[in-house]
């Protein structure tokens, strides 16, 4: 014997029932089963509905109640052929009757629990009875009204008297002998034979009450989703069905909002060790889950499970420690009231008591203890009732857990990483399962975060906001595209552009943007300032969010802090933010390690090159920085490697420009500020307190081309003081010397400017855009570490900003 249940998505219309029918009798072929349904659709919570409406408008409740007609009407069209005259009958029968009940509301003005028990019975009556006899048509099937065999003492709680019911349900099945009997979930009776019923998720403790009378082979549970899931599978897109699972852990799941099952259902199960099979309607061929005694899965943690709108309410005061009685008096309280405790922790200190409850229980809840412990609180012996509102639990549950060392820790610290804030915590001594209450906003980045930490393979997250899509934005975005396969398979990383942004428009998905078409979708965008892509990004809330700056705008630097203090780490190659003040400076590094939120530059100096990454270790390891000389423009030295006596200063520069070696606008490079900034960054990096002010510039250009205020003034200055660049080659040339631009730091004190170098010395053959830097340090006094290579151009800047984003992955 098997027991079948399904849903009401699976019965919501002709077409589903026609694929539920194919599923009952492929199985009744090997055994006689007992299928138990649940009212089509949404049926029962119209029907609830129309009695509502039946208290203010008969003529809206008997509107609602049309609505549900012409949907059974429909399906009795599509699948019942033989007898459709004698089912019609009954089912306008039924109608008619509810229209009556509706009735009696509306003129008495009173809606008892007794009468909503009735009301609510009717999709399952109506249900089990028109799938009877559509089943009948095809194979030997009966129906039967669950009425007659469950007897249940409370209106609209399970309150069943199991010796009765088995009884009933024994004698009617060993007499019974069709192949199929279809009966209706939810609905019972009581000892004067009035309709009851079973409560919220009915349908599964009916077909289990069934499974639990007749000694089942199996109980198999059919609904929309193919098992029970590591997580909610509509939040965390990774989540993958569970093949087997214990009792106890698919109680810890359901009751922690696993919506699957209903936590009542399982016990009758449990208690005769009867095996349950979830399985999904829409996708039979696929296995699901098997809930049994002894499952076969070495995975420590099952399932990560989640319960919204909670309230947390605590009862604390000093005047609690040592004294019996607060917490009896507390959770009488709750429970005379029927308000349902879902949570439960205390202090050990005794000090304080915290339960959590239903958001909507919580102002009843405060009220009914404030009046409990009213003496003590105006003795000042404990403090008024508080309640914190829109909160959420989490539960990690696993029975193998209490044999793993570690996990809390695990749990505590992926929480942590990701800036989800932990209210209170809960964990049996049976070590089953591990709760934590924390912010409903956050739910859904704790579920993904937990999820990454125990299930996936070690293959990490990142979720990219990128602001900035000209040359090195579009070569970023080009290589992150180019390179996500190769990361997810070799190194286990997930890198998902969720948001990105221009001067005008930004464009979200949080699924993650194409980056084939992400010019497109961005030109489709919606208007952006800093501001509202900040408010977007911050709401997002992902796990493991990376803002990545590619611009060069002195505004977009000053937003940082507000992406450090949400954790959400900043990449960037713009170097206004660490060449700012020096205090702003230290308060983004202070911010960045409390909010433990990464904040790399890398691409600041050197591009690609990894110049602060080295000096880091040197600085980590405990060497000491002495000296720095180095050539840090790309620009200046493109620019002066290819100016001689045959070209033109300004043909050089704006070659360079049109490279990509040259900020947007030139004279940022030109005027020395640029490299200025970059050996200052170095210098803070070593350790040093310094300014930019405090940097010795020696300019080059001449003060009518350092005083232009746009790009075509500029240009018209080179031109116009073409012998003062000539000259300045020529100065150079006859000394058999080249023209560097070299930034130097020594002792603590710094400057850039432009200089002759000799023939022996290592910048002399320094090509194209090519940077070297040269470390004399303590352990480096005489020969210097250097670092050598191309420092700048769009694609080996966007290569270091990669590298930036990948170093966050490691961390």
């Given amino acids: 014997m098997k027991v079948l ?42 029907l609830l509905l129309g009695a509502d409406e039946a208290l203010k408008d008969i003529n809206s409740s008997k509107e609602i109640l049309e609505n549900i007609k012409k949907l059974h009407l429909e399906v009795i069209e599509k699948l019942i052929t033989k007898n459709k005259k004698e089912v019609l009958n009954e089912v306008n029968s039924l109608f008619k009757t509810l229209s009556s009940v509706y009735e009696g509301v509306f003129l008495l003005q009173e809606l008892s629990y007794k009468t909503l028990a009735k009301v609510s019975s009717f999709g399952e009556r109506l249900s089990s009875y028109i799938i009877a006899n559509a089943a009948s048509e095809i194979f030997d099937a009966i129906h039967k009204d669950s009425r007659d065999l469950i007897i249940n003492n409370d209106y609209l709680n399970a309150q069943v008297k199991f010796e009765e019911t088995n009884k009933n349900i024994t004698s009617f099945f060993n007499e019974n002998k069709h192949q199929v009997t279809i009966l209706g979930g939810f609905i019972s009776s009581n000892s004067s034979q009035e309709t009851t019923t079973l409560g919220r998720g009915g349908s599964d403790f009916t077909a289990a009450i069934y499974a639990a009378a007749l000694n089942a082979d199996e109980l198999q549970i059919w609904t929309d989703v193919s098992g029970m899931y590591t997580a909610n599978p509509r939040v965390v897109k990774q989540a993958y069905p569970i093949s087997q699972i214990s009792y106890e852990e698919a109680m810890e799941l359901s009751h922690f909002g696993a919506k699957v099952l209903y936590p009542p259902t399982i016990q009758p199960a449990l208690r005769k060790e009867i095996p349950i099979l979830i399985k999904n309607t829409f996708e039979p061929e696929i296995f699901g889950t098997l809930i049994c005694n002894d499952p076969e899965n070495s995975n420590e943690v099952k399932g990560i499970s989640h319960i919204e709108d909670i309230s947390l309410i605590t009862l604390e005061g000093g005047g609690m420690i040592g004294i019996p009685g607060f917490s009896k008096r507390l959770f009488e309280t709750l429970s005379v009231a029927k308000i349902n405790v879902v949570f439960i922790t205390q202090a050990s200190s005794e000090h304080s008591i915290c339960v959590g409850v239903y958001d909507n229980d919580s102002a009843k809840a405060k009220e009914l203890l404030d009046e409990t412990f009213s003496r003590e609180i105006e003795n000042k012996k404990i403090k008024p009732i508080i309640v914190e509102n829109d909160l959420a639990i989490i539960a990690v549950v696993g029975e193998s857990m209490k044999d793993y060392q570690g996990l809390s820790g695990q749990m505590f610290s992926a929480l942590g990483r990701n800036n989800v804030n932990v209210r209170a915590i809960a964990q049996g001594s049976s070590e089953k399962n591990i709760s934590a209450v924390i912010n409903k906003y956050d739910a859904k980045k704790a579920l993904n975060t937990l999820h990454e930490q125990f299930f996936e393979e070690k293959t990490k997250q990142l979720n990219l906001f990128v602001t900035g899509v000209g040359n090195v934005g579009e070569q970023f975005l080009a290589q992150i595209h180019q390179q996500n396969e190769f990361l997810k398979e070799n190194l286990k990383l997930n890198i998902r552009v969720i948001g990105i942004a221009n001067s005008r428009k930004m464009f979200f998905d949080n699924e993650g943007i194409d980056l084939e078409n992400w010019k497109e979708s961005l030109e489709n965008g919606e208007p952006t300032t800093l501001e509202s892509f900040h408010s977007k990004v911050k709401h997002s809330n992902h796990i493991n969010s990376v803002f990545v700056d590619n611009t060069a705008n002195q505004q977009v630097s000053e937003i940082y802090e507000k992406y450090l203090r949400s954790s959400i780490s900043v990449v960037t ?70 100016f001689n006596a045959g070209s033109t200063f300004h043909d050089v520069v704006a070659a360079a420009q049109k490279e990509g070696y040259t900020e947007p606008d030139p004279k ?27 940097i010795d510039k020696n300019a080059f250009l001449p003060e009518e081309s350092l005083n232009t205020d746009n790009n075509d003034d500029f240009y018209a200055s080179l031109t116009k003081n073409e012998a003062h660049f000539q000259n300045i080659f020529k100065e150079a040339n006859d000394k058999n010397c080249r023209l560097k631009y070299v930034a130097e730091f020594v002792d603590g004190k710094a400057n850039v400017g432009l200089q002759h170098i000799p023939s022996d010395h290592p910048f002399y053959n320094l090509e194209g855009s090519d940077n070297i830097v040269l470390f004399f340090t303590d352990r480096y006094p005489e020969n210097p570490l250097l670092i050598k290579g191309a420092g700048a151009g769009a694609d080996v800047t966007a290569s270091g900003i990669f590298a930036d984003v990948i170093r966050i992955a490691n961390q």
């Fill in 5 to 46: 249940k399904f849903g009401g998505s699976s019965v919501a219309n002709s077409e589903n029932i026609q694929k539920v029918l194919s599923i009952i009798e492929s199985a009744s072929k090997n055994y006689k089963i007992a299928v138990v349904v649940s009212a089509f659709g949404k049926t029962t919570n119209n």
């Fill in 573 to 642: 190659c713009n170097k206004i933010a660490c060449a700012s003040n020096f205090e702003n400076y230290k308060t983004l590094k202070q911010v960045s390690r409390k909010y433990n939120a990464s904040f790399l530059f890398e691409t600041n100096v050197g591009a690609g090159l990894p110049i602060i990454d080295t000096l880091k270790n040197l600085i980590n390891s405990g060497d000491r920085v002495n000296k720095i000389q180095a050539v840090l423009s790309g620009s200046l030295n493109f620019v002066f490697n290819n």
């Fill in 668 to 694: 940022i490079d030109l005027s020395g500020v640029d490299v200025a900034r970059k050996i200052l960054i170095l210098a803070r990096e070593s350790g040093y307190k310094m300014e930019l002010e405090d």
